[in-house]
């Protein structure tokens, strides 16, 4: 999948005291961590074309205005001492609604990237200068073999380039085992398929959870009754929807609140079973 592609697809539970959602910054509870999802843009578009395996009459229920709303997003954490930054979108609004919260970059510890696509790695660098002049850049070996060696991508070399050893890799594990973590009460979880090595994140503190699931899902409208449907962006389509189908059915038994880069505003709710599917409930 070409990064250009993808670039022209993919275009803020608890207040925190002091600090207002106001539409594109919307503020989360995780026991002792705070959590915002910082929107970069929103559009409203062709996204029901690139669906796999919806036939007309699904496309007429889910999406009767014939369009589907998304968004980029990004997660910003603090907490355990650490400002950790889940994914950086294209960045281009990132470092305005960092600036809002009073966080600079040169703060950021991590930056913990999904996958390689450039609307999730597009605010690491600019013209060869790493944008977090201090922070560690984590991603799966997987993903950045496949970007970097086995399909090379310049974008994603460019991304990485200037974080040189900075950069660490690790072994995502699997969903409900015991893993180590990458970061105190962090956790990294594969869910491949949108990518060779999509890797989600749990955030965990005081028994609360909250699962960053990246582009597990791109059109919630149908995805979250129809999570058999994929996009024509995933990699391996097929994958892409059991990876997707076992992490619904996961969250919903388990009552995880899941957050994604690609949901709507605030991007963070609880998902539950409806039907032969399953329904978001996003937090308030």
Not at 94 to 108: C, Q
Not at 236 to 259: F, M
Request: hydrophobic letters at 40%.
């Amino acid at each position: 999948m070409r990064f250009s592609v993808l670039c022209g697809i993919l275009l803020g539970a608890a207040v925190i005291p002091g600090f207002a959602a106001d539409g594109n910054i919307f503020a989360y509870k995780v026991g002792s961590f705070e959590v915002w999802t910082l929107v970069e843009n929103r559009r409203a578009g062709g996204i029901p074309s690139t669906l796999i395996g919806a036939d007309k009459a699904a496309l007429d229920r889910y999406f009767p205005g014939g369009t589907s709303e998304s968004e980029t997003n990004t997660f910003l954490i603090r907490g355990s001492g650490k400002i950790i930054l889940v994914d950086t979108g294209f960045g281009t609004t990132l470092f305005d609604s960092m600036k809002a919260l009073g966080i600079s970059p040169d703060a950021v510890d991590a930056v913990l990237i999904t996958h390689m696509h450039g609307d999730h790695i597009g605010g690491l660098q600019k013209d060869g200068k790493a944008l977090f002049s201090k922070a560690k850049v984590y991603l799966a070996q997987q993903e950045r073999d496949f970007w970097t060696k086995t399909n090379v991508n310049q974008g994603a070399v460019a991304a990485l380039a200037p974080y040189g050893n900075r950069v660490e890799t690790f072994q995502p594990g699997e969903l409900g085992a015991r893993i180590a973590e990458l970061l105190p009460g962090i956790t990294p979880i594969a869910a491949f398929g949108h990518t060779p090595g999509h890797t989600l994140f749990m955030v965990e503190s005081s028994g609360q959870k909250l699962l960053i699931w990246g582009d597990l899902m791109h059109a919630e409208k149908i995805q979250f009754p129809r999570p058999d449907i994929s996009v024509t962006y995933d990699t391996d389509p097929v994958t892409a929807a059991a990876s997707r189908k076992k992490v619904l059915e996961y969250a919903a038994a388990n009552n995880i609140p899941i957050a994604g880069m690609h949901l709507v505003y605030p991007a963070i709710g609880r998902v539950s079973a409806e039907g032969s599917g399953y329904k978001l409930t996003p937090a308030q």
